[in-house]
């Protein structure tokens, strides 16, 4: 049965992708939700039955000498709850989607719903492989579906840069990743998820085999330096953004490093690198969210920001705390960017830039109630999901590393205050429309209220979370009270937000203009991307290009022309000294000597009877004579 978590998507992705032009898009989106619906039911069900961890073979695909590469599924806590988590929120985003893409039926529309159920069964292939192969398979999948998605207005030349970007710097991370891959089938022999587990023992390399696998990591999570295609993906359709920062692709490198744990916490040297990756990611991206103006692009350097915890806390040894805080985060991540996208269709698709709307809160109230439950919870402000997992983080890693445990709560502090910045600004204040925004439709709404709930609920599942696992964690009691400093920090951070953009109690763009050159370093990415554009891709065109001239150009059809013209010379010297005053001439004298010998020849074929007569006579008179001659002697 557990098979059947994978074959509804798979299933689901066939059917539209042969049969969606025939059955429509409205039906294409049925058929993508009620296939991510059926996974979720399937996925629930297994996972409260399950009694221990079950590796389901169904092929051995490659045998080798002493072991094999199968393909199948492994079951255990991890992944199965972070399945459950997937599929339902995925299923929420496919049942929005329907309402969301509804403007674009008739426009080849189904195709869209595909790519979702690709996207979806490949994240499924990663979270449920019981080798590295399949997990590969599952990372690529996800790799094409978020090209595809990323770019599916592909008409848009930004859409379609965007999804070049994204394609290339994964690319980068999985060449590192397919490495990693490579070397520890080098050191144990096997890429089977159980029997590495079993095998899981320190050996030489495994701390190059580790960062090989975490670059993979990098990349897909949008983590420094592979990061500046993360917030450019946001060229896509929102309930793409959404299933991308909440429950597929981004979450992709989390879950690979907390899958492989026991090959990770064999090497400190990689878990400090981890950790190093997280705290610099999580700080660059909070400031950089704090300047942005664009709706999506704020909540998307949030989701690098966050994720970046996660593998802060991965780094230092709390594999559970950061995978809870990947469940819950999911739950209020894909609630800001559904309801980022209904304030998108309720402004008729004309703006992003969130100084250019301003006091929804009275056209949108259940989006803007939506939103501002998904920013608290993203604040870290109790009883929101976001206090209890992040500050599960920060508890845990305080006694263990305080600097990196203070360096947390200042992400936190400026998380608080960027995405309660982008709520204020959006649906308080003035605001003037030409064309009146509106609430939008329930097939929208309904998904928002679901994770709404869960966004405000999900964090008192913390203790269960954490019993489940078997991974020990704080009574109740003194967790609260540990998490004084990350309730602190999300109330400040609220509220200097407030008071810059409700209050109005210092003028932003008089401090825009007193710290213009830091908002510009921060707004560019601390320069990042322009690099990145401008002289390592623009340097790498140029370098191609000399290239191209250098060695293609003057060296390689230098040679191929030099020797096409050596070998014309050797040609025309063959031709006029061997073809022309040699065999010619040969060739000639034959004939002539044929034609002269043939002329003297033709004496005997005169044409004349009574030479032939003649001749016949004399053969006649010389045989006998010289039959009487032989008959004397």
Do not use: C
């Amino acid at each position: 049965m557990q098979s059947l978590i994978l074959l509804f998507p798979l299933l689901s992705f066939i059917t539209i992708g042969l049969f969606g032009r025939r059955i429509g898009d409205f039906a294409s989106g049925v058929i993508n939700a009620g296939a991510g619906i059926l996974s979720f039911i399937v996925a629930l069900i297994t996972m409260l039955s399950m009694k221990g961890p079950e590796d389901i073979v169904f092929y051995k695909f490659l045998p080798l000498s002493n072991t094999s590469v199968d393909i199948g599924i492994y079951i255990d806590k991890l992944s199965i709850s972070t399945t459950v988590t997937v599929t339902f929120v995925a299923s929420v985003i496919f049942v929005y989607a329907i309402g969301y893409m509804r403007y674009l039926f008739g426009n080849w529309t189904f195709k869209f719903f595909a790519y979702f159920s690709l996207f979806l069964f490949s994240m499924l292939l990663i979270l449920l492989g019981d080798s590295l192969i399949l997990m590969f398979f599952g990372w690529e999948g996800v790799g094409l579906a978020s090209y595809l998605l990323i770019g599916y207005f592909h008409e848009e030349k930004f859409a379609t840069k965007a999804s070049l970007e994204a394609f290339v710097m994964n690319r980068i991370g999985d060449w590192s990743f397919i490495l990693g891959i490579i070397y520890t089938f080098w050191l144990f022999g096997t890429l089977s998820l159980p029997k590495l587990f079993e095998n899981a023992s320190y050996v030489p390399g495994i701390t190059l085999a580790t960062l090989l696998l975490f670059g993979g990591a990098v990349g897909k999570s949008g983590q420094i330096p592979l990061h500046t295609w993360l917030p450019n993906a946001m060229a896509g359709p929102t309930p793409v953004s959404a299933l991308l920062h909440a429950a597929t692709m981004v979450a992709a490198g989390v879950y690979m490093v907390a899958r492989l744990y026991p090959i990770f916490s064999l090497s400190s040297t990689t878990l400090s690198y981890i950790t190093i990756t997280g705290v610099v990611t999580m700080l660059f991206a909070a400031l950089v969210a704090t300047v942005h103006d664009d709706i999506k692009k704020i909540i998307a350097f949030s989701t690098m920001s966050q994720l970046a915890i996660m593998f802060t806390a991965l780094g230092m040894g709390f594999p559970t705390a950061a995978m809870f805080h990947l469940t819950t985060h999911a739950f209020f991540k894909a609630l800001l960017f559904l309801a980022a996208g209904a304030v998108i269709t309720g402004l008729h698709h004309h703006t992003q830039n969130i100084f250019e709307m301003g006091g929804l809160k009275k056209y949108m109230p259940v989006t803007f109630g939506a939103f501002m439950i998904g920013a608290l919870a993203l604040s870290g402000f109790p009883p929101f999901a976001g206090y209890f997992s992040k500050d599960a983080i920060v508890s845990s890693i305080m006694d263990k590393n305080t600097l990196v445990a203070t360096l947390i709560l200042i992400a936190s502090l400026l998380t608080a205050y960027y995405i309660t910045r982008e709520a204020f600004v959006v649906f308080l204040g003035e605001g003037h429309y030409h064309e009146e925004p509106h609430e939008v439709e329930p097939v929208m709404s309904f998904p928002m209220l679901i994770l709404s709930f869960l966004s405000l609920m999900g964090g008192f599942l913390l203790w269960n979370y954490f019993s489940y696992m078997n991974s020990p964690i704080e009574a109740p009691s003194s967790f609260i009270a540990h998490s004084i400093y990350g309730i602190i920090v999300a109330i400040l951070g609220i509220s200097l937000s407030y008071l810059l953009y409700v209050k109005k109690f210092v003028d932003p763009n008089t401090l825009y203009e007193l710290f213009k050159p830091i908002h510009t370093l921060m707004k560019s990415q601390f320069y990042t991307e322009y690099i990145y554009h401008n002289i390592i891709a623009k340097g790498y065109l140029v370098i191609s290009r000399l290239v191209y001239k250098a060695v293609d150009r003057i060296i390689i059809d230098g040679f191929v022309n030099g020797v096409a013209k050596v070998f014309m010379i050797l040609v025309r010297f063959v031709w006029e000294f061997i073809d022309i005053r040699f065999i010619d001439i040969i060739l000639h004298k034959i004939v002539i000597w044929t034609f002269s010998f043939g002329r003297k020849l033709k004496i005997i074929q005169s044409g004349y009877l009574n030479q032939y007569i003649f001749v016949i006579l004399l053969g006649i008179v010389i045989i006998l004579g010289l039959i009487i001659k032989g008959m004397r002697l």
